[in-house]
């Protein structure tokens, strides 16, 4: 076929080709960064070994660990609630420190000398400007026992100081809280450390504080400590459970502690600080693994 024939197709051929359009590689997705974990506290029961919480709020607070949702049982509850409503660990000593417990012990004779717990409640809410739970600035739960059932009880929304005021309800000490038609105790029976309770506000990783009295052989001395100790025996199974459900425990040296010697509420603190302090590589390495684990499990876009 001579050139004259072959040049009139190739030159359409090549027209067309240069009126298509360019071919271009799909645009690479912009990347999005995922959220960091969120970090859950829970605060176990055990009375005024509980100011071993302070301790360990404000090693995490020192070492840029930032807790998004916080769960407490009995004393945990009353510390999980004050910092869950703004309060940091140094706000959360000096209240400690200045805190006069025999304010908060509002006896009633004809109930048996139980304490009632009424100014326990008007504490807490005095403390947060009467701020109900769902309006606290993190997610907050306190667990309770219903004594009508012996089920747990979460309270996530309404009265801060009636939730923190039923979850420290101790049998035999306090009266039970009555709440509507119900009646609470102490959360310790039934959750001694609140690990599920922080997995129900969201959390995806559980650092759990356990200051709970384990049966060592010793007499305990008084009644609150002999009702403490009793109560951490029958929850000790359940307790277990819960505990293996964690992330990271941190257990305070607390032992030597009674549940109502308050004199040592600064020996509390420095030993949620040790405790809290030997942890943090355990807490960073469960990060980095929950991040990772975030990564993975999204798919590329």
């Known amino acids: 076929m001579s050139l004259r024939r072959l040049l009139p197709p ?3 051929t090549l027209l067309l080709a240069a009126c298509a359009p360019a071919v271009r590689p799909p645009p690479t997705p912009a990347h999005v960064p995922l959220p960091p974990p969120r970090i859950g506290l829970a605060l176990g029961g055990g009375a005024a070994k509980g100011f071993a919480h302070i301790g ?8 840029g660990i930032r807790v998004d949702v916080v769960a407490g049982t009995s004393a945990g509850s009353v510390v999980g609630a ?40 008007d504490y807490i809410n005095t403390q947060l400007d009467h701020t109900p739970i769902e309006r606290l600035k993190k997610p907050f739960a306190a667990v309770a026992t219903e004594l009508e059932n012996g089920q747990r009880t979460v309270f996530t929304r309404g009265n801060t100081g009636e939730a923190v005021r039923a979850s420290c309800s101790i049998p035999g000490v306090f009266e039970p809280t009555a709440i509507g038609l119900r009646h609470y105790v102490d ?21 759990a504080v356990d200051i709970s009295s384990k049966a060592d052989g010793r007499n305990p001395e008084g009644l609150v400590d002999i009702v403490n100790q009793s109560i951490s025996i ?68």
């Open 10 to 12: 190739l030159l359409a």
């Open 56 to 63: 360990v709020i404000k090693m995490l607070e020192a070492n």
């Open 234 to 301: 029958m929850g000790q199974t359940l307790g277990a459970q819960e505990l293996a459900r964690a992330d990271v425990v941190i257990r305070p040296q607390v032992a030597g502690i009674g549940a109502t010697d308050f004199a040592q509420k600064q020996q509390a603190i420095l030993e949620g600080e040790k405790a809290a302090l030997a942890a943090l590589p355990a807490i960073r390495a469960r990060l980095a693994a929950a991040r990772q684990a975030r990564t993975i499990a999204t798919p590329a876009r």
């Open 187 to 207: 959360g310790g029976v039934t959750s001694p450390v609140p690990v599920d309770a922080a997995r129900q506000l969201g959390a995806d990783v559980v650092i």
């Open 82 to 121: 004050l910092y869950a409503g703004g309060m940091d660990g140094f706000a959360l000593q000096q209240d400690a420190l200045a805190l006069d417990e025999s304010s908060l012990r509002d006896v009633r004779l004809f109930s048996g000398g139980l304490v009632r717990g009424q100014a326990l409640q």
